[in-house]
Structures are given as C-alpha cells and as structure tokens.
C-alpha cells in the first residue's frame, strides 16, 4: 500500500473498479448510498489495479465499521452541467478521475471537477451539477462488503 518512489499511474483499464468506504449510517436499507452523502466534487476512491477492497478501510480504528461499494471507472459520467444561478446559460463541468497517491495509499484516486483547466472547490460547484454527480454515481456504487466484516 506504501507509494514509496512510484509514480501516479494516470491509465485506467476499461474494466477497472473504483472502491470507496460508506459511514454505515447513509447506506439505505436497499443496500444503497444516499445521494445526499456522496462526496461531490473530490469523491476518494482506490483503484482495483493497486489494491483490495478492504484497504480503504485503513486505518481500521477510524473506519473498520464502515461499508466497502464498488463501481467501474468508466460508469462515471464524463461532464456535468446545470443552469447557473440566474437559470441562464448552463455551467459545464468536466468530470476526470485521477490517480492522486496518498503515502500510506499508493491506490488511492479522486475523481473531480474542472471548468476548462481549473479544478473546482466545493463551493465553487453548482447545487444542480453537485446533484446530478451525487445521484449518477448513487446510481452506480454496489456494494462490495456490508459494514462490519472481519478483515481478511
């Protein structure tokens, strides 16, 4: 898990899965996350090339209860837009995923939101395009390993 001296891998492989820790209490009783509690605009994942599903749940004191989902790189939408403030023109963003390694987590992604070249800060980001990233990728996340499991 260790990044050491490699360097981010910024190829994705079309069947690759994106894993990410759920706090137990959002995940709906449909086996679901709710929307509202999908991060928007940096969503944390790892990437199934580097590493289990389980290792997002490191460091296991602060997240060993939670709920490990799954989802597929390439489900996830390329731009979200939505009319700016005054409902006028819509406000384009473009949807990326980038390897960001972590130094204790040489898996970890984020997947963020851009306008033109510049990355987007939370409040920076429309209430509709935030909507719209949060329920598509409600829509995708399946879940890999319920709350509370042992560890392997």
């Known amino acids: 898990m260790l990044t050491g001296d490699r360097e981010p891998l910024q190829e994705f492989d079309p069947d690759e899965l994106g894993y990410c820790r759920v706090h137990p209490d959002v995940v709906q009783s449909d086996d679901m996350v709710d929307p509202a509690n999908v991060q928007c605009p940096d969503f944390s994942s790892n990437r199934s090339k580097l590493s289990l599903s389980h290792y997002v749940l490191y460091p296991r004191a602060q997240y060993g209860s939670y709920a490990v989902f799954?989802?597929?790189?390439r489900e996830i939408l390329a731009s979200v837009s939505s009319p700016d403030a005054s409902g006028g023109t819509p406000v384009n963003y473009a949807v990326k995923t980038l390897h960001?390694?972590?130094a204790d987590n040489y898996g970890h992604c984020e997947t963020r939101l851009y306008r033109g070249d510049q990355r987007m800060a939370p409040n920076k980001v429309s209430k509709g395009a935030k909507k719209l990233f949060r329920e598509h990728m409600s829509r995708i996340l399946a879940l890999e390993r319920a709350a509370g499991i042992p560890f392997p």
Do not use: G, R, T
């Not at 799954?70 to 790189?73: A, D, P, Q």
């Open 70 to 73: 799954k989802f597929f790189y």
């Open 100 to 102: 960001d390694p972590e």
